[in-house]
């Protein structure tokens, strides 16, 4: 339910409502707006019909959410948020890119890589440490080795950094090394995880799964929004099609969808969503111009020696043109 104040509503009274929510075993939302401060109780709504909200004096009414998700949803928050990853702000009319190789691979290839995005522009780094691969032979990541490098890396360059938490106890460990986590498509619907994230103190980049609807994925963002991390990021990076001349379908219409039903920041893979290099610059440019908050691509300092995902890293150079076209279409979109 949202709960809209009047206008005048002090904070004090605000409070009051909050705690009766709290006391029917509901969980709150304070969301104070500029003109008047908008409530949302998430649970058992037939709970809060006992409260008789819509005849309390500091209560201008009191609206459903219909949407199945309620605190991602457009309804509970009509505003873009922002979530910030270390210093750079997702969401709001920004556009940020955060850059890196599939793995960690060493403290040299990651070092390289992370320089060279880092002086052509990129806001962020990336890199995994635990790597769930399609095939048990292939390499799995430096594990906790990886999260060392990444976040020695990330402080001597003074860019944030994002790496894939793929198992509950996990949840710790990258979230004292790395300034986000990245749950990745295989597990966008491991339900434990999503609530470990809920409880931790640093935002999630969250993958749509190879068969995950738009729905689904605001649903798993429910998930950790509803535990008490409002900091979610979606990301789109391709969905499994009949189509197989590229790794995955790359669907951009998820942006515009995203963006009308929920107030999250939306990210784009254009590596993963393609799998082929020649084509990552193309569908970035796409991404920006259908309204994404930003992009995470992988780009390695000498893709031919990859560890993984070789074929579809950029090298240096390129990432470089891709960040210049990228502010070309988003200043022509700006008129
Ligand atoms: C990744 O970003 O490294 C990754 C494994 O991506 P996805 O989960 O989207 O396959
Ligand atoms: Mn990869």
Do not use: W
Not at 41 to 50: I, K, V, W, Y
Not at 58 to 78: C, G, N, Q, T
Request: proline share 6%; net charge negative.
């Amino acid at each position: 339910m949202i709960i809209v104040l009047h206008p005048k509503a002090t904070r004090q009274e605000a409070e009051e409502i909050l705690q009766q929510i709290r006391e029917k075993e509901l969980k709150p939302l304070y969301m104070p707006g500029s003109e008047r401060t908008v409530i949302g109780a998430l649970g058992d709504e037939r709970r809060l019909g006992e409260l008789h909200l819509e005849s309390h004096p500091s209560v201008e009414r009191v609206d459903p959410i219909l949407a199945p998700y309620k605190a991602v949803s457009r309804e509970m928050h009509p505003e873009d948020s922002v979530v910030k990853i270390g210093d750079v702000p997702l969401g709001g009319g920004g556009f940020a890119v955060f850059a890196g190789p599939c793995a960690v691979e060493s403290r040299e290839q990651f070092a390289a890589t992370a320089a060279a995005v880092r002086a052509v522009g990129a806001h962020g780094l990336r890199g995994g440490a635990f790597k769930p691969r399609t095939s048990p032979y292939s390499f799995q990541g430096l594990g906790l080795e990886g999260l060392r490098i990444l976040r020695e890396i990330g402080d001597e360059t003074g860019l944030p950094v994002v790496t894939e938490v793929v198992e509950v106890a996990d949840v710790e460990a990258v979230s004292e090394y790395a300034d986000a986590f990245q749950v990745g498509a295989r597990n966008m619907q491991n339900f434990r995880l999503l609530t470990a994230l809920g409880k931790a103190a640093k935002p999630v980049i969250l993958k749509r799964g190879m068969a995950a609807t738009v729905k689904d994925v605001l649903m798993s963002a429910e998930y950790i929004v509803s535990e008490g991390n409002a900091g979610v990021i979606l990301c789109e990076r391709g969905i499994r099609t009949f189509e197989d001349g590229t790794r995955n379908t790359l669907d951009l219409s998820a942006i515009c969808q995203f963006k009308e039903y929920s107030h999250l920041p939306v990210l784009v893979d254009p590596s993963h969503g393609t799998g082929k290099r020649a084509y990552v610059t193309p569908m970035a440019l796409a991404a920006a111009a259908a309204g994404a908050d930003g992009l995470l691509v992988e780009v390695h300092h000498d893709p031919p020696s990859a560890l993984s995902d070789g074929a579809q890293s950029l090298y240096p150079e390129q990432f470089e043109r891709l960040l210049r076209q990228v502010r070309r279409v988003r200043q022509s979109g700006e008129a």
